[in-house]
């Protein structure tokens, strides 16, 4: 870690988390194991033996990550009270409900307590920081910070400014989730969905037709992803493919050469149906393939693939 990124956490270093499913127990671990100081906030009356069993089956992971996981929970604390649990907060990231009138309420109260230079986050996939923001007295502190599912593991973060946010703020956040070993990227025009999710969407889009049509089972499928498209994004990301693609010429002989065909297949896409049967269909190939085995397992399993590529990764671009 860089003095900058030691700084910057230095100046972020006490979190709160307001809501503690996976995404806010997933967040409260990735802290924690930065040295920062994390009060979590949530109603549940079990949410310390939640989120401490998270973090305690999660170590392995944070440790194949680089982080330190010794006596990770000293610096972890629980206040029922939102008032209480943000005083002080130099950053809180929001876990809550995907209800606007939740997190207007949430903000407005928060923003009357945080100190000027706090930074106000949402974890949110569908609410834009410019409507949550709209009773905070601080709107120029408040923007979207969305990962994707789990974050203390995947990369990503969209951080996504409200029309009010400050230009500071926006640094901030792209500094802050740096220095926390993310891929911060900001997102220049609210959207819903915003980036990575609205590609999962219109890619499973196509997937769901493909079973729903018998061209392919669900399973099939997805060895047909994981061996090729999926390990190439993995690497490079479609711009870059199909720049690789054209040859020699790029972009410039890819869309000579392919340009009139995709316009062609994009205006003639069927549409997808998710009726009844449909889903019936997609439902019953998942269990046939998954079902046998534990979600624990496959999670596992799933996470240890994750982590896999991340390191292959991490060996190209430093050539170690």
């Not at 549940?44 to 401490?52: H, K, L, Q, S, W």
């Not at 604390?77 to 950053?91: Q, Y």
């Not at 729903?212 to 390990?231: F, H, M, P």
């Not at 020699?248 to 549409?271: C, D, I, R, T, V």
């Amino acid at each position: 870690m860089t003095t900058a990124q030691q700084d910057i956490l230095n100046r972020y270093s006490k979190v709160t988390v307001i809501g503690a499913g996976v995404i806010g127990a997933s967040w409260t671990a990735l802290f924690l194991a930065h040295g920062l100081a994390v009060v979590v906030n949530d109603p549940r009356p079990d949410v310390e033996a939640i989120v401490r069993d998270y973090i305690r089956n999660n170590l392995s992971t944070l440790k194949e990550l680089g982080l330190p996981t010794d006596n990770l929970e000293k610096k972890l604390s629980f206040e029922a009270d939102l008032e209480a649990s943000v005083a002080g907060a130099d950053l809180v990231q929001e876990n809550g409900p995907e209800r606007i009138e939740f997190k207007q309420d949430l903000w407005e109260r928060i923003g009357k307590v945080v100190g000027e230079h706090a930074l106000m986050l949402s974890s949110s996939s569908a609410k834009t920081a410019t409507e949550q923001a709209l009773k905070t007295p601080r709107p120029g502190r408040l923007l979207v910070g969305h990962p994707f599912n789990p974050p203390h593991l995947i990369p990503l973060v969209e951080v996504v400014p409200g029309e009010k946010t400050s230009v500071e703020a926006v640094d901030d956040a792209v500094a802050f989730y740096a220095a926390l070993g993310k891929v911060p990227r900001v997102v220049r025009k609210e959207m819903p969905g915003f980036v990575a999710n609205r590609l999962q969407r219109a890619i499973f889009r196509e997937c769901c037709y493909l079973v729903i049509q018998g061209v392919v089972k669900v399973d099939e499928l997805d060895d047909i992803v994981t061996s090729s498209i999926g390990l190439r994004w993995a690497a490079d990301g479609p711009f870059r493919s199909f720049h690789l693609g054209g040859g020699a010429g790029g972009f410039k002989s890819f869309f000579k050469q392919f340009g009139p065909g995709l316009n062609e297949a994009w205006k003639n896409m069927a549409p997808v149906n998710l009726d009844e049967a449909a889903q019936d269909k997609i439902i019953a190939q998942a269990e046939a393939s998954f079902a046998a085995r534990p979600p624990e397992q496959l999670e596992s399993e799933r996470d240890a693939k994750q982590l896999a590529i991340i390191r292959a990764l991490k060996t190209v671009k430093t050539g170690k």
